[in-house]
């Protein structure tokens, strides 16, 4: 009898402790296999000052499916508010608490700089006019036109990168804040003294049309990328994200940057400090 109840016991707190999951989701998270549309970039970059991110928001998937970059889930599944519509005022959903943010340097991917540069426009020197009436008729067959989007396409610059996942691993849909298609992500390293120094800056709108948010479901996660940098100083280097008011990093990994990288003194004439990614609020954030 008495091992029965000892059994009885254990078993009440191995029911307890499954059941209490702090909010967890009952799946976990893997780095899924990739397919990039991009061809693979030759290059690393390797800038000579600061630079900004291209963390453009490529896709949301849920864990489990594969990753086919151009295959990306539509914005109406996925936004809360309209891509380029304002949510500063009227927020339907805000929480912001409970994600991870992960980098996976084991893997190179291509990150193009110019990511939404425009292409030649369509009707490119032809006389207002001459130009269809319908939005449904296009010029397809223009010869000058395919040679010009051609040169665009040659001309993009493409460099390497690391995929990188925002996962909400909770059982709550978590809101992610976006600017003009960007999650608010830099990228930070060591410096000589062992100090986080940010290598990139961010530059916030004043156009409150440029701000949405995005709802990560449970079990779900977006994917961006970051440049791999490469200088001659090697270092440690690591993520720091803003979503509202509440700032995520991600693990630290080895990689090498230009120390000039670190030098803040040759753009701070030209950008507010609050541009080094502090909340909106413009309180600095914390380590």
């Not at 339907?92 to 426009?121: C, I, M």
């Not at 090498?256 to 030209?270: R, V």
């Amino acid at each position: 009898m008495r091992k029965l109840r000892e059994l009885t016991f254990w078993l009440s707190i191995f029911t307890a402790l499954t059941s209490c999951k702090n909010d967890k989701s009952s799946n976990e998270f893997k780095f899924p296999p990739l397919t990039d549309t991009l061809k693979l970039a030759e290059h690393y970059y390797s800038p000579a000052v600061m630079t900004t991110p291209q963390t453009y928001i490529e896709a949301v998937w849920k864990f489990g499916e594969n990753i086919e970059v151009n295959d990306t889930t539509t914005r109406e599944n996925v936004f809360i508010d309209d891509f380029n519509g304002s949510d500063t005022l009227f927020k339907s959903l805000r929480e912001h608490d409970g994600l991870k943010l992960l980098v996976d340097n084991t893997k190179l991917v291509s990150v193009n700089l110019y990511q939404w540069a425009f292409p030649p426009f369509l009707f490119e020197d032809i006389p207002d006019d001459e130009r269809p009436k319908s939005k449904n008729q296009i010029i397809i067959d223009s010869l000058v036109y395919q040679a010009k989007l051609k040169t665009w396409k040659d001309h993009q610059t493409m460099v390497k990168g690391y995929p990188v996942y925002i996962v909400n691993p909770t059982n709550k849909t978590i809101r992610v804040e976006e600017q003009d298609g960007r999650l608010m992500i830099i990228q930070e390293a060591k410096d000589k003294n062992g100090n986080w120094k940010p290598i990139e800056f961010w530059q916030f709108s004043s156009c409150g049309n440029s701000y949405g948010g995005i709802a990560v479901k449970p079990n779900s996660y977006i994917f961006t990328k970051i440049i791999a940098y490469r200088g001659e100083f090697e270092t440690t280097l690591r993520l720091k994200m803003l979503n509202d008011t509440i700032v995520y990093y991600s693990e630290p990994f080895k990689g090498s940057i230009n120390l000039t990288q670190l030098d803040t003194a040759l753009i701070k004439q030209n950008v507010s400090p609050k541009n080094f990614l502090v909340n909106k609020h413009g309180n600095p954030t914390k380590n």
